[in-house]
């Protein structure tokens, strides 16, 4: 089965952690930035085949932006994560573990953000459900960067079951929730933990929310109620990067 990676910046990242799975590089023929340039340096320095096509060629492989080249792949050969792996995914951890946890996110674009948040943050695993959410497709690779194939992806059957069995390993589930009482700089995010956004717009599952250990919420200062979930992961994951590296205390 063939794949399209796409965007100058994710092929650029998948050139250098898996460039054995690029058939060919297509070009956009009649631009000439100095991002692309270094770029096809960089695939003809890795013996990659780069191929001249037309915008309208480029365009017919794909409805998204492509900013002038896409990567022909065989089955890219990411490493395929189970729900039993999580226990030995655990075990690998140096230091203090730190999990994501995404509750119903169904935009393939809010998911790649999140995954690239996830990855800069030092994030050791994504977990979704495998209902109603979105796996990993060629628009969130794009929007992620690279770290849809760098960060573990982790999609269960029982999200529910699965917080309990982190609960037991002496993980902390914090849900992000509008009607928190405490906000996330008024809380303790130093200890083992895994934190939960909800779906676009609906947030948390009732079972999901009743499940976590403690409800935190960003505080919003202006008219608007509530942030896109992209967005709210990105700044929940740094306050918690912030306090682990800080020396703040907090309540």
């Known amino acids: 089965m063939s794949e399209i990676v796409f965007g100058i910046h994710a092929v650029e990242v998948l050139i250098k952690r898996n460039s054995e799975a690029i058939n060919r590089i297509l070009v956009q023929s009649n631009r000439r930035d ?3 340039h270094k770029l096809i340096k960089l695939a003809q320095s890795n013996q990659i085949k780069v191929v001249q096509k037309s915008r309208e060629d480029l365009d017919e492989l794909t409805e998204q932006r492509h900013q002038g080249v896409i990567a022909e792949c065989g089955e890219l050969k990411r490493t395929s ?18 999990i994501l946890i995404l509750d119903g996110v169904t935009d393939p674009h809010n998911l790649g953000a999140c995954l690239r948040s996830a990855d800069a943050a030092g994030v050791n695993m994504v977990i979704a459900p495998k209902d109603n959410a979105t796996g990993i497709t060629d628009v969130v690779r794009k929007v992620a960067c690279g770290a849809a194939e760098a960060i573990p992806f982790i999609m269960v059957t029982n999200l529910a079951r699965t917080m309990k069995q982190l609960q037991e390993r002496g993980i902390w589930i914090y849900g992000a929730a509008g009607e928190a ?11 083992p933990i895994g934190v939960v956004m909800g779906a676009e717009g609906d947030g948390m599952r009732r079972l999901t929310k009743e499940t976590c250990d403690h409800l935190i919420k960003i505080p919003m200062a202006g008219e608007v109620s509530s942030l896109n979930v992209s967005v709210a992961t990105g700044v929940t994951l740094f306050e918690i990067v912030r306090q682990r590296n800080g020396t703040n205390k907090k309540i």
């Not at 009482?181 to 200890?191: A, K, M, P, V, W």
């Open 181 to 191: 009482e405490h906000d996330i700089y008024q809380s303790n995010l130093t200890g």
């Open 81 to 98: 994560y189970h729900e039993k792996h999580i226990p030995e995914l655990l075990d690998t951890v140096s230091g203090t573990p730190f």
């Open 34 to 36: 100095q991002r692309l």
